[in-house]
């Protein structure tokens, strides 16, 4: 990897400077903007404002996401943007417009348990909950729902999108927003015979095998225990 700086003609020590740049930046702005995905863009321009060698931000990025894993024991994990299902184009997009529309989130690599103990923060975790529940309503209804259908489905929780001082979420639609921002969900306005109406789909964030994996297992454990009580009674 030196021999590809030296090529570019670029010191270690400002290979060094660039990459540490790049790692505040990734770390500062998670914590500022409550998890969402970084652009790709937003990386790349931290180099390019001083340098125009085209390969040298990829070196850059990739050095400070092998720095994030060894030193700060995260997974700095890609993500490609998707688009709404149904505007999703027959052909294979362009290899540059993928590389424009790559996005970046942390993940800690500690095991969950240890994760839990020391990484999360606890003054979240209604958030995640949250989450949780409105992702497990779209997974169920197919991966695809009515904004009106998920606040029914809320209604049920005590939650109304009109409220905006909830004692625990505050404004309701700014929460649901916000899983739009952190790519948990996207949305679009499609045309019915009704007339227009709000869709919200799972994201990419949300059909990562990780999470997909979690919301089947804790699925099918509230399923089996619904089906023992029943039984019982």
């Keep these: ?95 540059q417009s993928n590389v424009d529309a790559k996005s970046y989130v942390i993940i800690s690599k500690l095991p969950a348990d240890q994760c839990t103990k020391y990484v999360e923060n606890k003054d979240a975790s209604h958030l995640t909950g949250f989450a949780f ?20 489905q809320l209604k049920k929780l005590g939650l109304s999108e009109s409220d905006e001082k909830n004692p625990v979420f505050g404004n309701c639609k700014q929460t649901l927003d916000m899983l739009v921002q952190q790519r948990y969900l996207q949305k679009e306005k499609v045309t019915g015979p009704e007339g227009n109406i709000v869709m919200y789909e799972l994201a990419e964030r949300a059909l990562d095998e990780s999470i997909s994996a979690e919301l089947k297992k804790y699925i099918s454990q509230v399923v089996n225990k619904e089906t023992t009580t029943q039984e019982d009674d």
């Design 1 to 95: 990897m030196e021999d590809e700086y030296s090529q570019l003609d670029i010191s270690i020590q400002e290979k060094d400077k660039l990459v540490a740049e790049v790692i505040r930046y990734v770390l500062f702005k998670t914590h500022q903007s409550s998890g969402c995905p970084i652009r790709r863009e937003e990386l790349t321009q931290i180099v390019a404002k001083n340098y125009h060698q085209r390969s040298l931000p990829s070196l850059v990025i990739n050095e400070a996401r092998e720095k994030l894993s060894s030193i700060f024991g995260f997974d700095m994990k890609e993500l490609n943007r998707m688009r709404p299902s149904s505007n999703r184009p027959a052909a294979r997009a362009s290899q």
């Design 133 to 152: 529940v409105v992702i497990g309503i779209i997974h169920l209804a197919g991966g695809k729902l009515s904004e009106e259908n998920i606040w029914h």
